[in-house]
């Protein structure tokens, strides 16, 4: 492409010299070694800024640079051209009469070199920037989401240990049991990525682990009714979206009154979105004091939002006594 | 024999405490509660010696159930995570057992109290303890109060002002008022001070209350409250009223 253009531009000016009357002959030499000269001063500007790159700084530094290039190669083409043509005292008159025009037309395509380059590279920059400014918030949003699902209530963990160490006295089978359910609770906590869903089945596995751990620690104060019935099991949905919400239901029904209470979970399909439901009994008296989310369902909002760019995902309600969460899982078709 | 009454809502977190007592002939379990509002009646009813309370406990909280005595018995906190109690905890003399927690560790306790309790009594040592212990984000918005056996949640909004009463302090809500061992300096912290208002001394506001202020005498100022109230103004409490008010 680079040739293409030199040929080219000798090809014009062998028109010209011919035009300004010389002969062919003189006109091709001079087209040719003017042309090659200009196209190696220029390849050479843009092969050094390739290794230095001025700074904003110091722009003046191009301009002058492209000068001193110039002038290299007036020099040189006088040189090469009179070395070639010694015999011709026509050429060589016209040839110092023409070398300001000369001198100007090189500055004026070395200087556009100089700029085509110092646009090129400053594209160039731009997109590196951009690329990299992608790649940290991809990176940022990435860690938030892991960091978000990975928020573990250490009430629940110490507390689960706690009933743990009680039962190895008395119940070592129980013991070895709530062992087993809290290990796989948190590895399945630890393992899952959000990129990957998981089977609804898969989901209501993990939120079960849950409930029997929280079961064995409040005993007969935490009852649970579970419906999935109407809902195909096979769905996929992003992991541990559930069980926060269960977890906030649990633990505002249980600190909330000193009954025993029930948490009922139940899901169906609406407007193409899976939609799972957690009610839990609240005290008007208690809440009108404790207003809130808390850290739970804030966290679940901003993954929904994360996940899905949208706010209203989630709604809470208070109807009857009861505080209902319902989550919306929008469903991708294929 | 010493008598240990356990508040704790989880049965197995009081199972173990049982358990661990065994040893300790000299002490007697006299009652075990799922929450504050049995542990109050308890501690009243059995005058116990020592109790080992929970923090986290449905309606109120384990500080709160202490503020709600008029005699504390020795404490003995047990918990699982709880990163402004505990902090509170290492600055005053009380022990505290982290959950879960071993034989070895609770027997420490024990002993610890046996020699503490020989010679002082804990309740300076708790008021303190109330006093600095931050504000869990629930207990900012909500104030337990106690009449007579009755045990109540007031939220702070209801409350229309306070007035310093002796060693008391009056909260006046709509229709009564409560007393509470508590003093205005730490109301005046604890309130958020956009909402609440030290008018005086022994006074504190309601901001969403007042109506108006009006001159009293020369240089001498009252607020006035939607009920009618008339509350007294000092004169640095009336600059700054006028300050946080923006007139």
Known sequence: MYFVWWIFWAFVQLIVLHRLGLNWEISLIDASISSALLAFFCFDAVAIFYYYQPGKNNRAYRFIFALGITILFCISTKWALTYLLPSNQEYLQFLEKSMPVRFIFALLIISFVTLLNWMWNNIQDQKEKEKRQNDAEQLAKEAELARLRQQLQPHFLFNSLNSISALAGSKPNEARKMIQQLSDFLRGTLKKDDQQTVSLKEELEHLKLYLEIEKVRFGHRLNVKVDFDSTDLTTKIPPLLMQPIVENAIKFGLYDTTDEITIEILSYVKDNCLCVQVKNPFDAETQSANHGTGFGLSSIQRRLFLLYARNDLMITEKKDGQFITTLKIPQIKN | ?247
């Open chain 2, 1 to 247: 024999m010493s008598k240990v009454i356990i508040i704790d809502d989880e049965p197995l977190a009081r199972s173990i405490v049982l358990e661990y007592m065994q040893e300790h002939k000299e002490l007697e379990i006299v009652a075990e509660c799922n929450d504050g509002f049995q542990g109050v009646k308890a501690i009243i009813q059995h005058k116990p010696d020592l109790i080992f309370l929970d923090i986290q406990m449905p309606k109120i909280n384990g500080f709160e159930m202490l503020e709600l005595l008029d005699h504390t018995p020795s404490v003995i906190f047990t918990t699982a995570f709880d990163e402004y109690a505990i902090k509170a905890f290492e600055t005053n003399a009380i022990d505290y057992l982290l959950k879960p927690f071993s034989k070895e560790r609770f027997d420490l306790a024990i002993e610890k109290w046996k020699l503490k309790y020989a010679n002082n009594d804990p309740e300076k040592n708790l008021q303190t303890l109330l006093e600095n212990t931050p504000k869990q984000p629930d207990e900012k918005n909500r104030i337990v109060v106690k009449n007579g056996s009755d045990i109540r949640i007031v939220p702070v909004q209801d409350v229309m002002y306070i007035e310093a009463y002796d060693d008391y302090v009056k909260l006046f809500t709509k229709d009564t008022y409560y007393l509470k061992k508590k003093t205005m300096n730490y109301y005046e912290e604890v309130l958020d001070s956009t909402k609440f208002f030290r008018t005086h001394r022994s006074f504190i506001i309601n901001l969403q209350e007042l109506t108006r202020i009006e001159p009293l005498e020369k240089n001498t100022y009252v607020a006035l409250l939607k009920n009618g109230k008339k509350i007294p103004l000092s004169r640095t409490g009336y600059a700054k009223l006028k300050e946080t008010l923006g007139v």
